[in-house]
Nanobody
Framework: QVHIEESGGGLVQPGGSLRLSCAAS????????MGWYRQTPGTERELAAT???????NYADSVKGRFTISRDNTKNRIDLQMNSLKPEDTAVYYC??????????????WGQGTQVTVSS
């Protein structure tokens, strides 16, 4: 069974910073891509940032230069440092982990989501 644990999020003023963390645990063969997606009411979930098992990041254009994703493969953990936050970054942020399980193939697992609100 796979468990995705998220932490971080909250309320911050425009221009401020927040850090999100996510860790995958349980019994599986390996974790490949991990990342953060975000969603606002009435819209589809969209990519914020992902990182490969080799440490190669991928960012949405809207967050480039402001967000930094990092990874610790020994802990199956990623962190998203969000700087220069804007009101339009307000969303529920979901952690996604692509996990390969023996006998079950490859599955995208999602966390429950954490709210990020950027407001003065």
């Amino acid at each position: 069974q796979v468990h995705i644990e998220e932490s971080g999020g909250g309320l911050v003023q425009p221009g401020g910073s927040l850090r999100l963390s996510c860790a995958a645990s349980g019994r599986f063969f390996r974790v490949t891509t991990m990342g953060w997606y975000r969603q606002t009411p009435g819209t589809e979930r969209e990519l914020a940032a992902t990182i490969s098992s080799g440490g190669v990041p991928n960012y949405a254009d809207s967050v480039k230069g402001r967000f930094t994703i990092s990874r610790d493969n020994t802990k199956n953990r990623i962190d998203l440092q969000m700087n220069s936050l804007k009101p339009e970054d307000t969303a529920v942020y979901y952690c996604m982990s692509t996990i390969e399980e023996l006998g079950s193939g490859i599955t995208n697992y999602w966390g429950q989501g954490t709210q990020v609100t950027v407001s003065s």
